[in-house]
């Protein structure tokens, strides 16, 4: 028997929904709509419309009822919905680790990637159903539809991660990823937030 101090969260099965992206039993959810992304969006104006022209949902979070501790490995689901912000396709707030610790996503639906920045380096990682997309320690990420169906992901991380949205507030992500007169992704160099959104 090991010696360490076993948490109290017994081995389990997670139920997951690949249709609804549903995680049972279910812990935290979180729903992103447009206002919560006020200072992140390329087209502040943009931003500021949609928000009061009904606000829509733009991103879920589902999580296991896995602790955020230290030795776990908790996971969430999240659903981007397809569309746009000025041109900018539908992104998450994004996050960089509080601690140096790696994280695993694996594509579920749709079509979409994780846009990665470490404060000087911009790296795309396309994402699609089956794709497994690593995010090594340092790296801030952010995750992207790019297609016109919901672009779903599993994530795995390291329960004393931590989430630091700050960092992304005031570094950005080094670039954007926008949708070209072709429809397709356009990754477009962005070093810092919009001026005056925040
Ligand atoms: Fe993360």
Redesign the pocket.
């Known amino acids: 028997m090991p010696s360490f101090a076993t948490p109290p969260v017994l081995p389990q099965v997670i139920g997951f929904d690949t249709a609804t992206g549903a995680v049972t039993p279910v812990g935290r959810m979180i729903a992103c709509r447009v206002t919560d992304l006020v200072g992140l969006c390329a087209d502040e104006t943009a931003r500021r419309y949609m928000a009061e022209a009904g606000d829509p949902v733009v991103y879920e979070v589902v999580s296991s009822r896995v602790p955020e501790t230290s030795g776990e490995l908790p996971q969430s689901v999240t659903t981007i919905h397809p569309g746009t912000i000025g041109g900018e396709f539908h992104f998450t707030r994004g ?1 960089m ?1 509080t601690r140096a610790r790696g ?1 695993v996503y694996l594509g579920l639906t749709g079509t979409g990637g994780l846009l990665t920045f470490d404060g000087r380096r911009a790296v795309w990682v396309a994402m699609a159903p089956g794709t497994i997309g690593y ?1 090594p320690p340092g790296w801030a ?1 952010r995750s992207v539809n790019t297609g016109d169906e919901p672009y779903r992901f599993l ?1 795995v ?1 390291p329960g004393d ?1 931590g ?1 630091d949205h700050a960092w992304v507030a005031e570094n950005g992500m080094g670039h954007r990823v926008m949708r070209g007169a072709s429809g397709e992704p356009e990754l477009a160099p962005f070093p810092r937030p919009a001026a005056g959104s925040r």
């Open positions: 996050h680790h994280e995010i990420h994530a991380y991660a989430h």
